[in-house]
């Protein structure tokens, strides 16, 4: 069992940044390979990035390539998604998710068995 807690969200004007955590409990985080996910209104949760068990790696959705960076600290148990260079587009709420790690990196909400509740990023123009 993985219980997972975001945070870090906020509002944040255009061009800004912000870094989303997510601190997850459990002795085998370790074990688990960690993805974000953002749902804005009326729309699907859609895959924004994702990371292997050991950090070496990482996967990004096209549109947040160069501006998003996953990373992991296995000794804090946290995994973290720095975003720079926000648009307004990027508002939703962000969630963290998990699932142990198989060798690839799933880009599927359906293939992550833990979530965190989400935390709310909004970008204003």
């Known amino acids: 069992q993985v219980q997972l807690v975001e945070s870090g969200g906020g509002l944040v004007q255009a061009g800004g940044s912000l870094r989303l955590s997510c601190a997850a409990s459990g002795r085998t985080f370790s074990s688990y390979g960690m993805g974000w996910f953002r749902q804005a209104p009326g729309k699907e949760r859609e895959f924004v990035a994702a990371?292997?068990?050991?950090?070496?790696?990482?996967d990004y959705a096209d549109f947040v390539k160069g501006r998003f960076t996953i990373s992991r600290d296995n000794a804090k148990n946290t995994v973290y998604l720095q975003m720079n260079s926000l648009k307004p587009e990027d508002t939703a709420v962000y969630y963290c998710a998990a699932r142990y790690d198989l060798g690839y990196l799933p880009n599927s909400p359906y293939e992550y068995r833990y979530w965190g509740q989400g935390t709310q990023v909004t970008v204003s123009s």
């Open positions: 990371i292997s068990w050991s950090g070496g790696n990482t």
